[in-house]
């Protein structure tokens, strides 16, 4: 056969020289069995060899932002549960703080350290999707079912609070939808000791295992520099050895208020992202631990000043048969309620107007509370920001999410921007993946958890 | 099978009996409701237990299209393309509300349901379901596949 | 440096190409002439005393129905700035007109602008100039328009296959 390789008789002449002059192209997606989420890779190969990638996005496009547009401020809330859907509770939040920001007000202490609970939990329920589905592709299933086993159980907490397991739409511009439910420690504690048991036995499953780190020691590596010129946050760039967190950085909420640790890596390369996260889920149970330690009580939502709403005010009072006292109240429900009367009632309620809508308790049993639902529900009505403009960010599980919101000064949002943390590591995947072989494109893509839903919007 | 109406209806049943018990699925998942879908294909509510717990990533060996999520339009191609290469028989799961209506996703991105490209067995609404729900819809198409083998 | 003293510093340093400052809820935005912006940004990154490595946002809004905005300028450019060794945030803007909406294109500073300015120009149709590959980002090819327009109707549909609803 001579100085022929077997690859020259598949592929033609000179393919086996390196001259590269018999490119093969291969497309990957956007159904693609070993990936989850809808992006196409199209694939330069020499041999076996990545040499170019093309990444196309776009197929989970929504109209997140045109959408926001479109309803007062807190019809978005629902949208924002749909971006990052593993961790949904951190994008309500930084959306409604980000409308704070507009407003001006400030949430109370303990809703702040509920948005704090909820969102490390959230947290750790994307790091364990992140890490499970990616070891998964790898071959490893039972880490998976470890996983998702473990998610279950953080998953019956957000459950407990919100009402829903993945679509919670648990944040209101102001505050929060509910109070935490009763003997909600106990039960996190109890959910943390069992996720705490998964986590050790994923750690001695993964962080030592040959196949598992031959697939990932070294492979989808890019340099410090060029993870901070890609603009790339969270998880990734603290693989690289840079301790950026929005969490320390510019504390939001009840951050400042907690100790935890900043997990860094050193490499930059998919296996120090693994070691990033896994280390991460153990320092947000630590923060919920000592948030829940440090919950103060009182009100959990504010008014349209920022002034806090006490919780008695919240008791429907008509249903504890004290009627006496809503007979006193001089206002009366037009018949019409657009009608002609609607200046009368802005005068009557503005005083009472809150950003926060009522308990439906309240809606539905007292003419206060029916009103105060209908002054923010109301077309042209509702929570309106002064004009303005604002860039909000947290730590999402991903990286910076930031919420950018113009307001024109009525009570709907005039543009409502997202910025996505997973999109620049998709940017920059063709830059991961060059050079490397093809079957590294599947633990690359996964260590960057991609969610397609924020990444298209 | 062209025997006897008697003989033909016993194999009949006995091949639907079997197919609802070996269901092999394409999942086509897109968006949110592939969560709950993970959810329910694992270990806490298994739906191992219904013939359906094995996955097929070519649509040329699976009978069930699972359209899981949100399809857009520069997906919609893609999914009527998956469906036209399975074989029959097969069916269709729309998974969750945006794929049965569309759901709250009415904009100049989205399709309003899949039963506008491709025929739907069975809906399972929800945003997203829950894992009970989705086990109930595979029930139904259990049924449905049990009945439907008399039609071939 | 705080964010007051950021301001300064840009309008010391190229004068009329600051159009103006404000400070609004702690967010320091500067809007930057056109033709200035990309020496702006440079110098944004490479001073030693603002050293802004990080693009942390690129986008744009469409002014058209913002009140008393009607007949300014349409679109805005966003650049949102962070800096990892100071700590401190910035934002630029640049303003375009409608019948030329085009901007310089930052790719030259940071790779990360490349896919930001395809969204922009898929959602906007503001091009920028200079730009190595300006496709459509996330819609398809096919599509007509620019949906983030606010005169882009919000369900107005283009399918490429199944009914025209």
Known sequence: ???????????????????????????????????????????????????????????????????????????????????????????????????????????????????????EISRISDHLTCIGASAMELGAFTVFLYMIKAREYLWELVEDVTGARLTISYARVGGVKADLPDGFALKVLKAFKETRQVLEEVDKLLTGNRIFMDRMVGVGALSRAETIAYAITGPLLRAAGVSYDVRRAQPYWAYDRVEFEIPTGRNGDNYDRYLVRLAEMEQSMRIVEQALDALPGGPINVDWEGRAIDPASYVDRGKQGKTEGLLLIPITLS??????????????????????????????????????????????????????????????????????????????????????????????????????????????????????????? | MGLGGFFTGKLDEAIGWARKYSIFQYPFVTACCGMEYMATACSHYDVDRFGAGLPRFSPRQSDVLFVVGTISHKMAPVLKRVYDQMCEPKWVVAFGVCTCTGGFYDNYATVMGIDTIIPVDVYIPGCPPRPESVIDGLMKLQEKIAAGAQRY | MDGQAILLRLTSTFGPGIVETHDHRG???????????????????????????????????????????????????????????????????????????????????????????????????????????????????????????????????????????
């Not at chain 1, 018949?335 to 809508?357: M, S």
């Not at chain 1, 105060?372 to 929570?383: A, E, K, R, T, V």
């Not at chain 3, 896919?115 to 503001?126: S, V």
């Open chain 3, 27 to 165: 967010d320091h935005t500067a809007v930057v002439e056109r033709s200035m912006i990309l020496e702006a940004l440079r110098f944004c990154r490479d001073d030693p005393d603002l050293q802004f490595n990080v693009l942390m946002d690129l986008t744009a809004v469409d002014y058209l129905k913002y009140p008393e905005r009607e007949f300014g300028p349409r679109f805005e450019v966003v650049y949102h700035l962070y800096s990892l060794p100071h700590n401190h945030r910035l934002r630029l803007k640049v303003r375009v007109e409608e019948d030329d909406a085009r901007a310089p294109s930052a790719v030259p500073l940071w790779p990360i602008a490349n896919w930001f300015e395809r969204e922009i120009w898929d959602m906007f149709g503001i091009r920028f100039d200079g730009h190595p590959d300006l496709r459509r980002l996330l819609m398809y090819e096919e599509f007509q328009g620019h949906p983030l327009r606010k005169d882009y109707p919000v369900n107005k549909r283009q399918p490429l296959i199944g009914p025209r609803n």
């Open chain 1, 335 to 457: 018949p019409n309620l657009a009608g002609l009367e609607r200046p009368v009632h802005r005068a009557v309620n503005v005083a009472d107007k809150r950003v926060v809508l009522p308990p439906k308790e309240d809606t539905y049993g007292s003419i206060e509370g029916l009103m105060n639902h209908f002054m923010l529900i109301m077309d042209g009505y509702g929570i309106r920001p002064p004009k303005g403009e604002a860039y909000f960010a947290v730590e999402g599980a991903n990286g910076e999410l930031g919420f950018y919101i113009v307001s024109d000064g009525t009570d709907r949002p005039y543009r409502v921007r997202c910025r996505p943390p997973c999109l620049p590591p998709m940017a920059a995947l063709p830059r991961m993946i060059e050079g490397e072989m093809v079957a590294d494109v599947v633990p690359t893509f996964g260590s960057i958890n991609m969610i397609a839903g924020e990444l298209d919007r």
């Open chain 1, 1 to 119: 056969m001579g100085g022929r390789t077997r690859r020259e008789i598949y592929l033609g002449e000179g393919s086996g020289t390196g001259s590269g002059s018999q490119h093969l192209y291969v497309n990957m997606g956007p159904s693609h069995p070993a990936m989850h989420g809808v992006i196409r890779i199209v694939a330069e190969l020499d041999g076996e060899t990545m040499v170019n990638a093309d990444v196309e996005i776009g197929y989970l496009h929504r109209a997140f932002e045109k959408e926001c547009e479109a309803g007062p401020y807190n019809n978005a809330i629902p949208y924002t549960d749909r971006l990052n859907y593993v961790s949904p509770l951190i994008n309500n939040f930084g959306y409604a703080s980000c409308v704070e920001k507009l407003l001006g007000i400030e949430a109370t202490e303990r809703c702040q350290y509920i948005r704090v609970i909820m969102s």
